[in-house]
């Protein structure tokens, strides 16, 4: 770590978000960071490419495995995430690919929680299981059932918390503990939480991956995913998986995207947790909403980890009406508020996870996994509270 970095690191986040591994003078005095157009590099002599190829003499060759502008954006992440390293994406799918194909090998198993973004879930049940790779899964909010659950095949353990779309809470140190003590890697999707709120590795957690579609980016106009672990794992992942098996490159104009999203990441984020509570505490005073998880109210089951573990408790609720025929009317009767998958925006965001996000689980599977066919996910936005609450208040009107 050079001096600089040393100085970054007793900076607040906020203060890094903004600033970290990147000086004007770096680019002509220039306070944003040019961006880096070029897919290729160029080499003096054939033996200096040679020696960049061999990796004796670190360079940047072609965007697909390193950029100026995407290392920007992997340097600032991997410093709020408290990381040695990290990787770039072209999406958070792209991430968590590149990821678990580069740990696991045939005859390995990864131990995943119940409960996953539907997509994570297909590429583990039609993805990985087509090359060997045994998958299952384990109610990560019960640690003994964990403990008992890992075998000297589990090479990675893998969970998002909180969890899409259920909102459970995974205690990230105990987790991580039991997969290090079986000699197996943690890896922990923190696309709900994001740094601001949680830090996994700081936790004790191995790898850290996320869809910086969401929070990061903050304003739905781009797709992206990130990685961050050690260094050694790090330069695995984005020389086997990223290069190789992949190719999710993120576009730097993208990363350009996303370095700008995070300048505000910590007031967004604070904003976001804010208003949720005060959306969650209305809906939970509502006779006609049956169920509201939120890890900020008091009865949600892993509220005193919430505590401990998230700084505020983000922007994301769950909640389920009488009926699925009411849930659909409700939502259908929104104004303002937008029927989108996708979440981390500046718009209010809401989908029906059964039959959005979470399709590619079948309706037994999701019986199995706890996903309710009523259940709604709403993704609070950055709008006045009394607007989402006025449309909201609203639809429940013509739904009841
Ligand atoms: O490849 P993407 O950038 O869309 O990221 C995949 C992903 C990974 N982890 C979590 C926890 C996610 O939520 C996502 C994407 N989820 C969106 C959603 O739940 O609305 C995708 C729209 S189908």
Redesign the pocket.
Known sequence: MDGSNVFQRKSGFATRAIHSGYEPSDAGGALTPPVHLSSTFTFETVEAAGAAFSGEQPAHIYSRISNPTLDLLERRVADLEGAEAAVSFA????A?TSVLWSLLEPGQEILADKTL????FSFLHHGLKKFGVKVRHVDMTDAEAVASAITDQTRVVYF?TPA?PTMSLVDIAAISALARKAGAISVV?N??ATPALTRPIELGADIVVH?A??YLGGHGDL???LAAGRKEVMDEVRLYGLKDMTGAALAPLNAMLILRGLKTLDLRMERHSQTAMQVASWLKSRSDVVSVAFPGLEDHPQHALAKRQMARFGGMIAFELESLEAGIAFMNALTMIKRA???GDAETLI?HPAS??HSTYTPEERAEHGISEGLIRLSVGLEDVADILSDLDGALAVAG
Not at 117 to 120: A, D, S, V
């Open positions: 999406s958070g799918m792209g968590i973004y539907g997509c994570t998002e899409n999707d696309t709900y869809s579609t969401k797709v992206a995913g998958v996708s979440l989908q959005m996000t």
